[in-house]
């Protein structure tokens, strides 16, 4: 537990003991973060659950990298509060006292940001002020006590001087004039209004009973202001219009939305965030998947190895001239072939040691530009599960009209005829097989305990970085490649350094399936020179690493602690190369709270 709140995790474990749960399996160490530390280095822990700082937060990332322990994190928060026209106004302003002033504000999903909209701003602001004054401070032990103290005198100075920063930098100051004790960690309740989204005081977490507002015009002018901030964790949206909520709830980048309500929370529903909130869930269903390790297959190992040393041979190159036209694979960048940009290309071989072709050498600039690619193209996100389906049954189509072509090519790495056909007409039916499931990984409607549903929405991550291993280079690629798709990613995905060529090729399916430009980036070269700044950059939201140093990829994704996913023992990609484990890695949930009746 935190060093300042110990009693209550020790009163847990009284109670476990009571409970007579067996002893060893739950087990409460005090101490301060040196304590933590050796926790998370100790090699016999296999999970780590962190909630905390999002600096800690990226240590442990940091910290765990290529251990192979599981890691989920609830971070720091800066969660928006809306405030629609229609609203109700005093439910409102009782949500703004719950969301902000509850527990003095320290809370990772505290509503400390204010949206209102510009009609009715003035009017709320003064019913929220006179809301305010009414608190009453004091010993939290009391029941008519509203507000308790901060944890301690460092925190407090912590909250008076990003206060005193908001006023420096044009702020209007609202705090409440109730009495403060006249001992104790006391701060009154405060409210910073004529702030600019850029403000310190509006992207930090203030972690205090700070709450700072904003007003909007339009819809999309609230999605753009809550979205502004690094932090994902949580939203509250209040409207009458059930149509309204329901239209900003998906598009709020939180992992939590509550609809005229906040502060809601039950077991059987999962809570987490997104960006630098963190990322895993706990509660609910997704909540145990976080808790579980499925394990591959193992009889890919001797296979990959096999596959490997032919297509790797160490034999010196024999340098016999190439038939034909030399078609150098291109890369596959913004929905066009490219060239790699420092101009360097690589010799590929076949299975005899013999150079079969040059592909490009890629660098860090050639993954910043697929990346740019991915991120401006949103075309396929705002696709339905349907629209996207149908355009991968339109790649699947496709890739049999090429069955031929693929199989030369991995017959070239050293496949059997029957080899390469199996390979390929296993990646037709991975493909045939995430495309039925883009409108059929449907959420589900969590029973919790209130008149209302939370209802689990899964939602595409957005950008997703994959490096595909050396085994089974066109079935590995597709395989994932398929599952990111049908979830609505857009992908940068590093082709097999050892043999590129089938997913080089795959460029000729996707040109003729109707697949949005930047949807799909594919980069060739040496993986250890493009995991680096594929892993580490701002705007890759996950790395998915199969057959690499999961130390690099793992460490370097703590940059804006994106998701991780990573094997470093080869899988059997025929038998075990799909299912609902690579959707759920292709996703995330938001779960959205709504009450119902009067």
Same mark, same amino acid.
């Given at each position: 537990?935190?060093?300042?709140?110990?009693?209550?995790?020790?009163?847990?474990?009284?109670?476990?003991?009571?409970?007579?749960?067996?002893?060893?399996?739950?087990?409460?160490?005090?101490?301060?973060?040196?304590?933590?530390?050796?926790?998370?280095?100790?090699?016999?822990?296999?999970?780590?659950?962190?909630?905390?700082?999002?600096?800690?937060?990226?240590?442990?990332?940091?910290?765990?990298?290529?251990?192979?322990?599981?890691?989920?994190?609830?971070?720091?928060?800066?969660?928006?509060?809306?405030?629609?026209?229609?609203?109700?106004?005093?439910?409102?302003?009782?949500?703004?006292?719950?969301?902000?002033?509850?527990?003095?504000?320290?809370?990772?999903?505290?509503?400390?940001?204010?949206?209102?909209?510009?009609?009715?701003?003035?009017?709320?602001?003064?019913?929220?002020?006179?809301?305010?004054?009414?608190?009453?401070?004091?010993?939290?032990?009391?029941?008519?006590?509203?507000?308790?103290?901060?944890?301690?005198?460092?925190?407090?100075?912590?909250?008076?001087?990003?206060?005193?920063?908001?006023?420096?930098?044009?702020?209007?100051?609202?705090?409440?004039?109730?009495?403060?004790?006249?001992?104790?960690?006391?701060?009154?309740?405060?409210?910073?209004?004529?702030?600019?989204?850029?403000?310190?005081?509006?992207?930090?977490?203030?972690?205090?009973?700070?709450?700072?507002?904003?007003?909007?015009?339009?819809?999309?002018?609230?999605?753009?202001?809550?979205?502004?901030?690094?932090?994902?964790?949580?939203?509250?949206?209040?409207?009458?219009?059930?149509?309204?909520?329901?239209?900003?709830?998906?598009?709020?980048?939180?992992?939590?939305?509550?609809?005229?309500?906040?502060?809601?929370?039950?077991?059987?529903?999962?809570?987490?965030?997104?960006?630098?909130?963190?990322?895993?869930?706990?509660?609910?269903?997704?909540?145990?998947?976080?808790?579980?390790?499925?394990?591959?297959?193992?009889?890919?190992?001797?296979?990959?190895?096999?596959?490997?040393?032919?297509?790797?041979?160490?034999?010196?190159?024999?340098?016999?001239?190439?038939?034909?036209?030399?078609?150098?694979?291109?890369?596959?960048?913004?929905?066009?072939?490219?060239?790699?940009?420092?101009?360097?290309?690589?010799?590929?071989?076949?299975? &005899?040691?013999?150079?079969?072709?040059?592909?490009?050498?890629?660098?860090?600039?050639?993954?910043?530009?697929?990346?740019?690619?991915?991120?401006?193209?949103?075309?396929?996100?705002?696709?339905?599960?349907?629209?996207?389906?149908?355009?991968?049954?339109?790649?699947?189509?496709?890739?049999?009209?090429?069955?031929?072509?693929?199989?030369?090519?991995?017959?070239?790495?050293?496949?059997?005829?029957?080899?390469?056909?199996?390979?390929?007409?296993?990646?037709?039916?991975?493909?045939?097989?995430?495309?039925?499931?883009?409108?059929?990984?449907?959420?589900?409607?969590?029973?919790?305990?209130?008149?209302?549903?939370?209802?689990?929405?899964?939602?595409?991550?957005?950008?997703?970085?994959?490096?595909?291993?050396?085994?089974?280079?066109?079935?590995?690629?597709?395989?994932?490649?398929?599952?990111?798709?049908?979830?609505?990613?857009?992908?940068?995905?590093?082709?097999?350094?050892?043999?590129?060529?089938?997913?080089?090729?795959?460029?000729?399916?996707?040109?003729?399936?109707?697949?949005?430009?930047?949807?799909?980036?594919?980069?060739?070269?040496?993986?250890?020179?493009?995991?680096?700044?594929?892993?580490?950059?701002?705007?890759?939201?996950?790395?998915?690493?199969?057959?690499?140093?999961? &130390?690099?990829?793992?460490?370097?994704?703590?940059?804006?602690?994106?998701?991780?996913?990573?094997?470093?023992?080869?899988?059997?990609?025929?038998?075990?190369?799909?299912?609902?484990?690579?959707?759920?890695?292709?996703?995330?949930?938001?779960?959205?709270?709504?009450?119902?009746?009067?």
């Amino acid at each position: 537990p935190a060093e300042f709140t110990s009693l209550t995790a020790l009163l847990f474990a009284e109670i476990c003991q009571q409970a007579g749960l067996p002893k060893g399996v739950v087990n409460v160490v005090t101490g301060d973060g040196q304590t933590g530390q050796h926790i998370v280095k100790h090699p016999d822990i296999k999970k780590i659950a962190f909630t905390g700082s999002t600096a800690v937060g990226r240590w442990i990332r940091q910290a765990t990298a290529g251990s192979g322990k599981k890691l989920s994190l609830e971070l720091g928060g800066k969660s928006a509060f809306i405030v629609c026209a229609d609203a109700d106004l005093d439910a409102a302003v009782e949500g703004v006292v719950d969301a902000i002033w509850f527990n003095q504000g320290q809370v990772c999903c505290a509503g400390s940001r204010l949206l209102v909209q510009e009609a009715v701003a003035e009017r709320f602001h003064k019913k929220l002020i006179t809301r305010m004054n009414k608190l009453r401070i004091g010993d939290p032990l009391d029941k008519s006590i509203d507000m308790g103290a901060i944890i301690d005198p460092r925190q407090q100075q912590k909250i008076a001087t990003l206060v005193q920063a908001g006023v420096d930098a044009g702020a209007c100051l609202n705090q409440s004039d109730a009495a403060l004790p006249k001992s104790g960690c006391f701060y009154p309740p405060t409210l910073l209004t004529d702030v600019s989204p850029s403000d310190q005081v509006v992207q930090d977490e203030i972690f205090g009973p700070v709450l700072v507002s904003m007003t909007y015009r339009t819809p999309d002018e609230a999605v753009a202001l809550a979205n502004n901030s690094r932090y994902g964790l949580a939203a509250s949206i209040w409207s009458e219009n059930i149509n309204m909520a329901m239209h900003l709830a998906p598009l709020v980048q939180a992992g939590v939305v509550w609809i005229n309500c906040t502060n809601q929370f039950d077991a059987a529903a999962g809570f987490g965030g997104v960006k630098e909130s963190g990322f895993g869930r706990e509660g609910g269903k997704e909540g145990l998947y976080e808790y579980l390790k499925l394990k591959a297959g193992k009889s890919a190992k001797k296979q990959a190895n096999q596959a490997n040393k032919k297509a790797n041979s160490n034999k010196p190159a024999k340098s016999e001239p190439i038939e034909g036209m030399d078609k150098t694979p291109k890369m596959y960048i913004g929905g066009k072939q490219t060239r790699p940009d420092g101009g360097y290309s690589y010799a590929i071989h076949n299975h &005899q040691g013999e150079i079969i072709t040059h592909a490009g050498l890629g660098n860090r600039k050639d993954i910043r530009n697929a990346v740019e690619a991915a991120a401006g193209s949103r075309t396929w996100t705002g696709m339905n599960g349907y629209q996207r389906q149908q355009v991968m049954y339109f790649m699947a189509e496709n890739l049999t009209y090429r069955q031929d072509e693929f199989a030369e090519r991995l017959m070239q790495q050293g496949h059997s005829k029957k080899q390469a056909n199996d390979e390929v007409n296993a990646a037709i039916e991975c493909l045939s097989y995430y495309a039925a499931w883009c409108d059929k990984y449907d959420g589900q409607v969590h029973g919790v305990p209130m008149r209302g549903v939370a209802m689990a929405m899964h939602e595409p991550i957005g950008v997703i970085g994959i490096q595909c291993p050396d085994e089974a280079p066109l079935l590995s690629f597709i395989a994932l490649l398929a599952p990111a798709l049908a979830m609505g990613n857009r992908v940068v995905m590093t082709a097999s350094e050892a043999f590129p060529l089938p997913a080089l090729d795959f460029y000729q399916v996707l040109n003729t399936s109707d697949v949005p430009a930047g949807t799909v980036n594919i980069v060739s070269g040496q993986q250890a020179e493009l995991s680096k700044p594929l892993a580490g950059h701002m705007n890759v939201d996950a790395i998915w690493a199969f057959g690499a140093d999961s &130390q690099i990829i793992e460490h370097e994704s703590a940059t804006n602690l994106k998701r991780s996913w990573t094997e470093t023992e080869p899988r059997d990609w025929l038998n075990n190369g799909r299912g609902k484990e690579f959707l759920r890695q292709a996703s995330q949930v938001k779960n959205i709270w709504t009450p119902y009746g009067e």
